[in-house]
């Protein structure tokens, strides 16, 4: 099956630690992207990828990392720099950025919490 | 730039009753909009998008969406309100080489 997956689901971090969240798609889609969810927020786009190894930043940016050395692969890494990283966090991938082939598929999700 | 905007941030319906969720992009070119629902602790899944063609939109579970321009709207509706509804619904507006950028969200609860 085509999809998008997310490891892990649950993740715990202390505090000055950098953690890496994976997100795969086998869609062999171009466009990858990492959004942050936070209660009564919506989704906030934190950086995104429109071909192998190139990256855009979103709105929230600061605190964050990401690398697109591969179509079906697109990690983010929270550093110790994010002041505020406990939240749910969503990959999603399209065909390509923009118009109609920006229908975004996601993953299941990662729940980052800072102890 | 563009924008969208979901009109109240939670709604209650009891089961059998239409379901009205509302949408409002602002758009300086003619938009593709989307509609995504998300049940807890779940990734967001397309119900439906319009791309420029009929402006009646039908999607899954029985949702539909109209394209009003003149409205500059794009409400979800659903006849029929289901308790597997229960979901957080997003509207999203995209233009030709732009981002997607979505609404803050609407959390529809249903009574039995």
């Known amino acids: 099956d085509g999809g998008i997956t997310q490891s892990p689901k649950y993740l715990f971090r202390k505090e000055g630690q950098n953690v890496t969240l994976s997100c795969e798609q086998n869609?062999?889609?171009?466009?990858m992207y990492w959004y942050r969810q936070d209660p009564g927020q919506g989704l906030r786009l934190i950086y995104y990828?429109?071909?192998?190894?190139?990256?855009q930043k979103g709105d929230i940016a600061e605190g964050y990392s990401v690398s697109r050395e591969k179509k079906e692969s697109f990690p983010l890494t929270v550093t110790s720099a994010q002041k505020n990283p406990t939240a749910f966090y969503l990959c999603a991938s399209s065909i390509q950025l923009g118009g109609a082939y920006n229908e975004q598929f996601f993953g299941p999700g990662t729940r980052l919490t800072v102890l | 730039a563009q924008s969208v905007t979901q009109l109240g941030s939670h709604v209650s319906v009891s089961e059998g009753a239409l379901v009205l969720l509302r949408c409002n992009y602002s758009?300086?070119?003619?938009?593709?909009l989307f509609w995504y629902v998300q049940y807890p602790n779940q990734g967001l899944q397309l119900l439906l998008k319009y791309t420029s063609a009929a402006t009646l939109v039908k999607g899954i579970n029985g949702f539909e969406a109209e394209f009003k321009k003149s409205e500059t709207s794009f409400h979800l509706t659903k006849p029929s309100a289901h308790m597997s509804d229960a979901a957080e619904y997003f509207c999203a507006v995209t233009r030709n080489t732009d981002k997607l950028i979505f609404g803050t969200g609407t959390r529809l609860q249903v009574f039995p």
């Open positions: 869609l062999n889609h171009d466009a």
């Open positions: 990828s429109q071909i192998v190894n190139d990256f």
């Open positions: 758009s300086s070119v003619p938009p593709y």
